[in-house]
């Protein structure tokens, strides 16, 4: 390549910079004084949210050890997915001999899922090893409290740490 | 105008990534992290073999991508489950808690 | 640059015209893959959990396998789809079938032995038979992809495996360990690979090897090398990828060990040996001789560096173990270092190949006295519930027959003259001298001499160490353990005394692969 082309090129990408650069900084400094309302600063001013609920606890609690479970098992399954992507295109022209061998594939993949199916590892709860407490709620699961005039149903019960702990 | 995107400019990118990658998997300690610095190794290889598969013509670099994209899900999956093993028992997911073979 | 539908279309119409690939000539790797889906099916009907049933079906399906790779015709030539060869299952790549078959069955059959209750599991089994997948096709792949892909069955079943114990801290750990290195490993060869990828505009290893000599050398492919290294390096245990290997081999059960120990190394040795002579050997193509020539010499460099550091490593390191399993790891990676020294002689001349079938050579034996001594690990790990190396102690007078075996395998580890060890050291080292490496194989003669002393301590516990009183050997082998160690140890001396003619003939005609 030229050297002046490059240089052109290069001098492009400057001036994208530079207008770029100058486009935040005068909407900050100029416009944003403008237009913003100009009220002083206060304490509310400093909190995370004006509106709705007030956080508590940690961001990083543990997530319950079947999320990851689930999670890995989906993450195989979807990413196998990609080789029949390129067979459908040109399943056509291929013949039965490339359908039966996506079908092969397929079903290896089936006797994937029949197994974990099998061993419990897709159940929302696990039908070995995990005895559900009588009394506790499993995170996420939808709760029967009685409160006033709401709907029982709606209303999503927290996820106790303690339950996650206790597996 | 702006300027071709080369053959060589994804090279960059796909070394730059892939220098991150193992920059992230040699400084970090928790195991989580370090598996995605992984992540991000071998999409810069992906990256690799797809813009020298575009260079050279041929499709073998975009196939090896997907056989690539495939073992990652492997990859992330085995490493995975070791590792909640490894947390079930020691309730810490950084090597350095990983000390009971030494010598 | 052509866009992608249209070049699709092309490869398309070219699996069109191309017939089936000869499927019969895949036959043995059909089997363990069929195996894996077997076993699966067979545990989700039966719904029982763990089984005596598994290691019967998984040993008799090994055998099989075995005796088709051993009395099957070997034909010459790649096999696969449309223009695409991928995996050629030649004479080199059969012997090393061999040694992958018979380190499974051994597997399974110390596993039996060791009682211990994971073996009944069929997933264990289902990650075994994934492993020998792997590796039979890792031995005989002649392009990247199915490289990579076998390369990394063979990694992710290790993982699995080291890992299976989960409910032991060690056995966690060391599938931690295992899978950090083997990931970040086989991610750096990945990007290696592309770069060569990049350079020659192909997956096969014989254009490759043509459009790399005709490169010549250059910093980019300078990179590609040692990346590639790294990955081959970190499965063979060699240096700067063997971090992992004693910890992973220690908190592993002994029987896995010693199939990570024998069988992987060998699929990734049997890997290297194809990729090294591509081409030179058959004398068909220009092989990477080029790059292994004498003059301009990037992968000969990395082999004698890391050849070097690799044995003195491991042998130095061995010097202050205290149990046997860890002593066996470092030994483990000290015999890579070997290996590698005499991969870096490998080339097309009558020495080059004697090279070669010198390493193939070996790995038969390793097979026979690595496994013995892993088995020897088994039962201390069974029976008195360590593998520290005092808990020999006295076992010269309580166990004749099982010390004696050990000593032998001992021995021929370390490579002295009446097994079959010293007739490996020997092909190992004789081309290195013929080559004119004088210092490299000196470096390796000390290596030899440091070794003794280390493989000499369970020798000492065994026979010289006094007997505390209440403290004798918990060892308490049955006629059937002794059985197998006696069943390691003879082929050790016989081979060693007479008859290691034959085997290096076929090792000699493992490499000498028909046009």
Known sequence: MPQDTLNQDFATILVFLVFGALFVIANMVLVGRLIRSKTKYTEGKSTVYECGEPTFGSAFVRFDIRFYVLAVVFAIFDVEVVFLFPWAAVMKSLGPVAWLEAAAFVGVLGVGLAYIWRKGDIDWIPAHGHTRQAGKTLPGELTTVPTDGVPAATIPAIATPAVAEAR | ?103 | MTPFLPLLAQETAKLEMSSMPDLSRMLPGGLLCLMVIVILVVDLVRGKGPSALYPKLSMGAIAVAFLMVLFGTVKAGAVGYGGFPSLDPDALSRIFKLVFLATGFVTVLFVERSRQAFGREAEFHVILFGALAGMCYLASATEMIGFYLAFETVSYTGFLLAGYKADDRRGAEAGTKFVMFGAVSSAVMLFGLSLVYGFTGSMQFAVIAEKLAAAGSQPALVLAAIFVFGGFAFKAAAFPMQWWCPDVYEGSPAPVAAFLAVASKAAVFAAGLRVLTYGGVSGSAPALSHLMGHDSSIVQTILICSAVATMTWGNFAALRQSSLQRMLAYSSIAHAGYLLMTASVIGTDKLGQEAMAGIVFYFLIYLVMNLGAFYVVTLMRRDAGTADISALRGMGRRHPVLAVSFAIMLFSLTGLPPTAGFVGKLQLFWPVVAKGYYLLAAVGLVNGAVSLYFYAKPLREMFLAAEVEGEETRLAPDGVDLAIVTAFAVPLVILGLFGWGNVTQMAMDAVARVP
């Open chain 2, 1 to 103: 105008m702006l300027p071709q995107v080369t053959t060589a400019h994804y090279i960059v990118l796909s070394a730059l990534l892939f220098a991150i990658g193992l920059f992230g998997v040699v400084t970090r300690k928790n195991v989580v992290v370090i598996l995605m610095g992984l992540e991000l190794m071998l999409n810069a290889a992906n990256l690799a073999f797809v813009a020298f598969s575009r260079h050279h013509g041929n499709l073998q670099g975009q196939v090896f991508t997907f056989f690539v994209i495939a073992v990652a899900a492997a990859e992330a999956a085995v490493a995975l489950s070791i590792l909640m093993a490894l947390f079930r028992l020691k309730g810490s997911v950084t090597l350095d808690d990983a000390t009971e073979l030494k010598g």
